[in-house]
């Protein structure tokens, strides 16, 4: 079966822009995160879907962010009015409802903004 | 405020040698720890996990101490192998999904 995909894989955009990030999780997989490395930082944590209930938005850095998951399965990370200090390794992994602390993650989508 | 600390940054063996990894964690509500290793342009992939309840799991090469008077975990590999080069996560959950990650330790094993 197909892992965590994200895309792009990369991505160069101008300060000010804003840019859409995608993931599809592993089908089947009911919980949805979205984390952010930047460059000799751990992984941060932004949001967090299961299933039908409301997110976990407390990980967001400012309301430039917003993430939406459309159906339970694909998700889109928003960033509204890029910065430079965003620029970073927007990883998305999911898991399913029973192992939540195993977490598949996807490849990623590096973010420059210039 | 780093909750999850991991304070070495990189470390070099010779393949068939221990490898050993610290995680050092500051909220003593932590019960999950996890490890996590990520090879260059992929995602983190799961590695071992531990509960508090332990204070030891294993699982072929790799085996995951945890000391919770000293708020401290430890990732051993042995023998280390090549294919073991990677940057190695720590993460730690006061049981629930939310998950803090270490900054990563750089392993090199060298041939």
């Known amino acids: 079966g197909a892992g965590v995909s994200q895309s792009p894989s990369n991505k160069v955009t101008e300060k000010g822009k804003d840019v859409e990030l995608r993931c599809d999780p592993i089908?089947?997989?009911?919980?949805l995160y979205w984390y952010r490395q930047s460059l000799g930082q751990g992984l941060e944590f932004l949001i967090y879907f299961q299933g039908n209930s409301a997110p976990d938005k407390s990980g967001l850095p400012s309301d430039r962010f917003s993430a939406e998951r459309t159906g339970g399965s694909v998700s889109t990370l928003t960033i509204q009015r890029t910065q430079q200090e965003d620029s970073a390794v927007y990883l998305c992994?999911?898991?399913?409802?029973?192992?939540?602390?195993?977490?598949?993650f996807g490849p990623g989508t590096r973010l420059t903004v210039t | 405020d780093q909750q999850v600390k991991q304070n070495s940054p990189s470390l070099s063996v010779q393949e068939g040698r221990f490898s050993i990894l610290n995680c050092d964690y500051t909220?003593?509500?932590?019960?999950?720890f996890l490890w996590y290793k990520k090879y260059p342009a992929e995602g983190p992939t799961f590695l071992i996990s531990?509960?508090?309840?332990?204070d030891k799991n294993e699982d072929g090469r790799f085996t995951v101490f945890l000391n919770k008077s000293a708020k401290h975990l430890s990732l051993h590999i042995v023998p280390s192998q090549p294919g073991d080069s990677a940057v190695y996560f720590c993460?730690?959950?006061?049981?629930?999904?939310?998950?803090?990650f270490g900054t990563g330790t750089r392993l090199k094993v060298l041939a």
């Open positions: 089908s089947g997989h009911t919980a």
């Open positions: 531990i509960s508090s309840i332990k």
């Open positions: 993460a730690a959950s006061p049981g629930t999904y939310k998950y803090i």
């Open positions: 992994a999911s898991s399913s409802r029973l192992a939540v602390y195993e977490q598949y």
């Open positions: 909220n003593s509500m932590f019960d999950y």
